[in-house]
């Protein structure tokens, strides 16, 4: 391969928002754990038959009957910019919705701006320029 | 001194004698054309009664204060431009900036000139004409809470965020003045500005606290309950709820906690997006640990993403509501340590209070043994001042009045009667002047004095402080007659506060701050005392003594409010910058094609085309450190280099500022253009949706077709927005465009037409497309097994047939294959299966007539 080629490559790798190798809705824990190591900590979810295993302090997942669902991961670098996501996603249909939160609290509301045919959202906080994560999930 | 200590004063020694001088700092120019001037003192010189800070709450002290504050920039460049009738360059600086910068948000917005303030000539006289008052306190708090915390305590009837038309609040029209401040919150808030310093007073983001109109809740109703709200945008709102005080005692109230709460809120903003990039600071890992705050996120059952907060086994929480989530705990922690101090040693665990007190109040902890011990030490210096002259006073002439405040026990060696009665009868009237000036310096000292035990305890301590101050000085004049006066040579240089700034500015971003300060304070200490010829045994505790009247966080703090009200002068000079760089940004041509990329400047939750969004983040580095090259005082330019990375990190936020006022402006104007554009090309592009429906992806739904519909006529729109995504701006134009068009007569004829092709041509163009190919392959079968003859036809018709049929299936797969690609297909989302349906109908048909003209017609009896 020419040496220009090599460079494309790296810069397309390093430029492109990072897609998960985990294909959810199918890939199962065995497989998860394969890539990712053993999980350093399982937690139980109020929801039957799933549950989160965590990796690391960045990268979450939620398991669903031997299958994950979702994956929770923290930003890096550029990815924590909502402007960035917001160019990312600028020719996808979006969608807004606001995360459930609890009735007293009175600090800024959190959104979950989601792109479904990239099976990926953001999670912000109104009026902030970072995002606090980035929910991957089966895309439609 | 320990033997390990001198080997390192020594050590040091010895480096300051052979490293070069440090380069001169602005700062220390700066503070050369200073005049300090001392409130309290002056306070303290008319006054013997035990005042507290309620009873000096009077014009005269604000002005004083005020007059305090602006000295610093006594020779900074004055600003240019005009504010109605005012010419800027004939104020103090600070007033000139502060109307530059909030100049058009004061006062009525529904008028602009419903208030005639021709006859001020300084802001506090404009904040009282809102009042509606002459020279009173108010117009001095909302100036001095300007210059104390760089931002703006709302005098002003628009409430941001919330409702933009001035005047109008929860659907009901408001009085200016029901936005305003009673005498006993205006107080407070002067009270609650004595109380905070860094990082409480130096927010760069924040913008305005707004007070919503008295009586009422917030608009929004999922805030109907909440008292105060803070925005990372830089808003803080407040109702009455969360401004109440005791009226007899203003003191006391919620006010205190709320606000302090609120301005908490924003340390987390500011700290999350300047420090970790992140939305909130109390987020990162460190104050979860400290706080006991764990979290679980996952997706429920309803689809939505949901983060559970949870509170370690055994951790406390300060307060029920400081288990709601980390920000929230992060708020409440911090208010109620610096509010509630004897509450927050309860229950708060002890890392988590020593997190806090490092990081956010100077290494103070405000429980009332501390508050009493802290009191006590910061006059340390000034009490063992006092003792000097009265040692110097009681040995030249020791008959004085008769006093018992001193016993000969409060000594270890204690002096002889006369004089000792001298020291009690001097002590005794110094200690009522150092408690004296405690309660109008420290805003919590009355009501603790209130309480004789604290009062008694207090008392005890700075008796103990003089006894040994007194103490110190006996013994040394015993071992060395001139030690007084070389000490007192000594004694002058405590109070040169330069010394630790450029400790501080030395150690600046080293990884142990700290130590280092502490360690560049005793060399220049050792320097100074060497010079004095005073005995190596004290030099220790002579720095030990600097460095408890300056210690390494009040110098901090103290260096950086220095920096912050110099960089504040030079407004003048950012702002011109930012101008220059913004301009030549917004005249390059524009595209959203490479990602945004650098986070110098952001735009909260906005959005910028990404071509001007990287030009501004590109350049702006190199524009601020031209501005900080730029900056002079007395033709000194900036030489140290620690002070200027110090420089850049206060410019940025300015620099900022102005270029988010900017964009917040062409935000406006492009919006109001776009509604031009918009209602001038609403018809035409009604017209051209439906003159052609190749836009359409997916015929079949009809949810999706008008979702196709509103992203075709946002792209017909002739406008290229650079503060919008163009999705967003287009929204209602697009949705208007599109509103009933599945019902419109051409949509309806266009997808009538699209039937017929699609029954009609699509499947008989299928079947067709099966035909050529098998006929084109049973061609090659007859090759491979002749018909030439009757012997040929019957011997093969098993192979020939098989020849034919076992290839049927790949035929009709690269079909339906080649199908799948037609637009027409996808546009009505014909499914494989269908296809293959369809196929299979005509299947055997389709067979019969390939191999009756292609295999002469003599296979047909063996069917």
Not at chain 1, 114 to 127: A, L, M, Q, T
Request: aromatic share 12%; charged share 25%; glycine share 4%.
């Amino acid at each position: 391969m020419k040496p220009f080629s090599i460079f494309l490559l790296i810069l397309v790798a390093a430029c492109g928002a990072k897609t998960s190798s985990v294909k959810y809705g199918k890939t199962t824990v065995a497989d998860l754990i394969q890539e990712k190591g053993e999980p350093t900590k399982k937690e139980a979810i109020p929801i039957k038959g799933s549950s989160i295993l965590y990796f690391s302090d960045t990268e979450s997942y939620q398991i669903k009957d031997d299958i994950v669902t979702n994956g929770f991961i923290t930003p890096q670098k550029e990815e924590r910019s909502l402007l960035y996501w917001k160019h990312h996603f600028k020719d996808c249909q979006t969608v807004l919705k606001k995360l459930p939160r609890k009735a007293d609290s009175h600090g800024p509301q959190e959104y979950e701006l989601s792109c479904p045919e990239e099976g990926r959202s953001i999670i912000y906080s109104e009026g902030s320029e970072f995002i606090s994560r980035i929910v991957e999930y089966e895309s439609k | 001194m320990r033997a390990s200590n001198l080997i390192v004063l020594v050590l040091l020694g010895t480096i300051g004698c052979t490293k070069k001088p440090e380069p001169k700092t602005l700062l220390s120019q700066w503070e050369k054309q200073i005049v300090f001037d001392s409130t309290v003192e002056r306070k303290l010189a008319s006054s013997t009664n035990n005042l507290c800070l309620n009873d000096i709450f009077t014009v005269e002290t604000l002005k004083d204060e005020v007059r305090a504050l602006e000295s610093k920039y006594a020779n900074s460049p004055r600003v240019e431009g005009y504010w109605k009738h005012l010419d800027l360059s004939r104020l103090a600086v600070p007033q000139a900036n502060f109307l530059k910068k909030f100049g058009e948000a004061i006062g009525d917005r529904t008028n602009p000139d419903a208030i005639d303030y021709s006859r001020c000539y300084d802001v506090p006289c404009i904040f009282n004409k809102i009042y509606n008052k002459e020279e009173h306190v108010a117009g001095y708090v909302h100036y001095l809470w300007y210059l104390k915390f760089g931002h703006m305590l709302s005098a002003d009837n628009e409430v941001p965020v919330h409702n933009k038309t001035p005047g109008i609040y929860n659907g009901k029209r408001f009085k200016l003045s029901d936005y305003l401040y009673a005498d006993h919150e205006l107080y407070s808030l002067w009270r609650l500005s004595l109380m905070l310093k860094a990082p409480h007073t130096t927010l760069s983001k924040m913008k305005e606290i707004q007070k919503i109109p008295r009586g009422e809740k917030f608009e929004p109703l999922a805030y109907k309950s909440s008292c105060g709200l803070a925005y990372s945008s830089g808003w803080i709102l407040m109702t009455d709820d969360c401004i109440r005080i005791d009226e007899k005692n203003p003191d006391k109230g919620s006010f205190y906690w709320s606000l302090t709460h609120e301005l908490n809120h924003q340390i987390d903003f500011q700290e999350g997006d300047l420090i970790y990039k992140a939305p909130y600071r109390s987020h990162q890992k460190d104050y979860l640990d400290v706080s006991g705050l764990t979290f679980v996120e996952y997706r429920n059952e309803a689809g939505e993403v949901v983060k559970e907060w949870k509170l370690k086994e055994g951790r406390k929480l300060v307060s029920s509501y400081a288990g709601t989530n980390a920000q929230e705990n992060f708020a409440e922690s911090l208010a109620i340590f610096r509010v509630e101090g004897d509450v927050s040693h309860s229950k708060m665990d002890k890392d988590h209070l020593t997190f806090v007190s490092r990081n956010y109040y100077q290494e103070r902890f405000f429980d009332t043994s501390s508050q009493l011990k802290g009191w006590a030490t910061a006059t340390e210096s000034e009490s063992s001042k006092l003792a000097l002259n009265v040692i110097l006073d009681c040995s030249k002439n020791p008959s004085s009045g008769k006093s018992n405040y001193f016993q000969k026990s409060d000594f270890t060696n204690p002096p002889a009667n006369q004089i000792l009665n001298c020291l009690s009868y001097h002590a005794s009237d110094i200690a009522e002047r150092i408690r004296a000036k405690v309660m109008i310096s420290e805003p919590e000292s009355c009501q603790t004095f209130a309480n004789k035990k604290y009062k008694e305890d207090f008392n005890q301590l700075l008796k103990a402080q003089l006894a040994n101050s007194f103490q110190k000085y006996i013994n040394e004049l015993d071992k060395d007659k001139g030690y007084i006066a070389r000490y007192q040579k000594f004694q002058k240089q405590l109070d040169n506060k330069n010394i630790g700034r450029e400790a501080f500015i030395a150690c600046y971003g080293e990884k142990e701050e700290q130590q280092c300060y502490e360690k560049e304070v005793a060399l220049k200490i050792s320097e100074l005392a060497n010079s004095l010829l005073l005995p190596e045994s004290q030099i220790m505790e002579m720095s030990g003594q600097y460095l408890s009247r300056y210690p390494y966080y009040q110098t901090n703090n103290e260096t950086f409010d220095y920096y912050q009200s110099f960089i504040s002068s030079q407004q003048d000079l950012i702002f011109r910058q930012a101008d220059d760089l913004w301009e030549r940004c917004l005249q390059m041509s524009h595209n959203d094609i490479d990602p945004p990329q650098g986070t110098h400047f952001t735009i909260g939750e906005g959005y910028m085309i990404s071509s001007l969004y990287n030009c501004i983040n590109r350049q702006i580095p190199s524009y601020i450190q031209s501005v900080v090259r730029d900056l002079t005082i007395d033709r000194l330019k900036v030489e140290h280099p620690k002070e200027e990375v110090i420089l850049t990190e206060q410019v940025r936020p300015e620099f900022n500022f102005r270029l988010q006022d900017h964009y917040i402006a062409r935000k406006k104007n492009e919006y109001q253009e776009a509604v031009r554009v918009a209602k001038a090309e609403l018809e035409i592009t009604k017209k051209t949706l439906v003159s052609s429906f190749h836009w359409i992806k997916n015929a079949l739904d009809l949810n999706k077709v008008t979702a196709d519909c509103q992203i075709e006529a946002t792209r017909l729109v002739n406008f290229q927005p650079l503060f919008h995504l163009k999705k967003d701006l287009f929204k209602g134009f697009a949705e208007y465009s599109c509103s009933k068009i599945t019902e419109s007569p051409e949509f309806k004829k266009w997808i009538e037409g699209s039937e017929d092709l699609l029954s009609g041509k699509l499947f008989k163009g299928l079947e067709n497309n099966v035909l050529l190919l098998a006929t084109a392959h049973a061609k090659t079968c007859v090759e491979k097994y002749p018909v030439d003859n009757l012997f040929t036809r019957i011997r093969y018709i098993l192979k020939r047939d098989a020849c034919l049929f076992d290839e049927w299936p790949k035929i009709e797969a690269r079909v339906i294959e080649d199908a799948l690609k037609d637009p027409v297909i996808t546009k009505f989302k014909v499914s494989r299966s269908e296809l293959e349906d369809s196929l299979s109908s005509s299947r055997a048909e389709l067979q019969r007539q390939v191999t009756k003209e292609q295999f002469k017609g003599f296979t047909n009896f063996l069917f």
